[in-house]
């Protein structure tokens, strides 16, 4: 195996995972302030999306590889659009940040499928990136039960 080319692609993960942690800070006041009694497991998904980064990087340098500590462009893009639609007086914001969380989560859960696919990882690595999917499984679950009990509220 290529620890270039591993580093390379624990780097695309590091990107989605920092996009992740922006996304829950960019959560943070909009939906939790009338579901309080969701902020405990809120909280421990950041930790848990922080400790995922520290992993990454250290599987990045491990392998000789520079990590490459910053959001992708795509997702600040994001994140800027979800901002302005929240910005304006229609709709429940709720609901639509809830909607958004879900789909960010879906997006990380293929990433992370893919590069297990591919198979272009060595073991630890592939050992950590599974945890790391089955952490993100966890979540999207999570927050797909949210969303669900809102709409039907």
């Not at 902020?39 to 000789?64: A, C, F, P, V």
């Not at 993100?136 to 809102?150: A, C, D, G, H, P």
């Amino acid at each position: 195996m290529n620890n270039e080319r591993i580093a390379v692609v624990l780097n695309d993960l590091l990107h989605i995972t920092n996009d992740r942690i922006a996304g829950f800070e960019n959560v943070e006041g909009k939906v939790w302030e009338s579901y309080s009694h969701l902020k405990g497991e809120y909280d421990h998904m950041i930790s848990d999306s922080k400790i995922m980064k520290n992993e990454l990087i250290n599987l990045i340098q491990d392998r000789g590889g520079k990590a490459d500590d910053s959001a992708s462009t795509a997702g600040a893009i994001h994140r800027a659009w979800i901002d302005l639609k929240n910005s304006f007086p229609i709709g429940n914001k709720e609901n639509s940040t809830l909607e958004n969380v879900v789909y960010g989560e879906q997006n990380a859960i293929n990433a992370y499928q893919e590069v297990l696919t591919n198979g272009e990882l060595d073991p630890e690595s592939t050992k950590v990136v599974s945890e790391h999917l089955r952490q993100l499984r966890e979540s999207y679950t999570k927050f797909k039960k949210i969303e669900e009990y809102k709409k039907n509220s």
